[in-house]
Nanobody, 124 residues
């Protein structure tokens, strides 16, 4: 089992920045890929960004490219999401997720473990 705990959410004005952090514990060696998803009220959960524990590969949704940056700290088992130039449409609950094998990283079904989520609200 892998346990994931997110932090760093909050209320920020449009154009502002937030940094989300996800701490992984438990059998972290069993996961190959980490992702961030988000779910806005009344909408489906969607992929935001992802990164492998090893190597330099990163993936981003088109809607956040150039504004969000995902990074990892293998020693601390943390995956962060730096969010800049935030927009009201970025308002959502943000979830950290871990995938054992890393295939189809933009799909929810590819992930085996999920955090409880952290709320991000961007005011206009």
């Amino acid at each position: 089992q892998v346990q994931l705990v997110e932090s760093g959410g909050g209320l920020v004005p449009a154009g502002g920045s937030l940094r989300l952090s996800c701490v992984a514990s438990g059998r972290t060696f069993s996961s190959d890929y980490m992702g961030w998803f988000r779910q806005a009220p009344g909408k489906e959960r969607e992929f935001v960004a992802g990164i492998r524990w090893s190597g330099s590969a990163r993936n981003y949704a088109n809607s956040v490219k150039g504004r969000f940056t995902i990074s990892r700290d293998n020693a601390k088992n943390t995956v962060d999401l730096q969010m800049n130039s935030l927009k009201p449409e970025d308002t959502a609950v943000y979830y950290c997720a871990a995938s054992k094998y890393g295939g189809g990283v933009d799909r929810m079904g590819s992930y085996d473990y999920w955090g409880q989520g952290t709320q991000v609200t961007v005011s206009s």
